[in-house]
């Protein structure tokens, strides 16, 4: 005769389940435009070195943004596990 399902043990693996895929695709959209800017950076740089304060500066800026929507997904991966109890 077969065990009946406990559904709070499924939630909870559905929630960590939930919190990986989160920050495994979270992070990787922040990772490839943090590659991408950092690469266009140097390239300016390159181009125009007397410019290279400015384009930090602007750099810098843009991966805040970036990094922005790994830390809203690091946020929703944690509430996951901690809250799908």
Known sequence: MA???DLMNWARVSALLGAGICMG???LGPALGQGITGAKACEAIGKKP???GLIMRTMMAAMGFTESSAVYCFVIAILLI???K
């Open 3 to 5: 065990q009946p399902v």
């Open 25 to 27: 695709f979270g992070s």
């Open 50 to 52: 007397e410019n290279a």
């Open 82 to 84: 901690f809250m799908g």
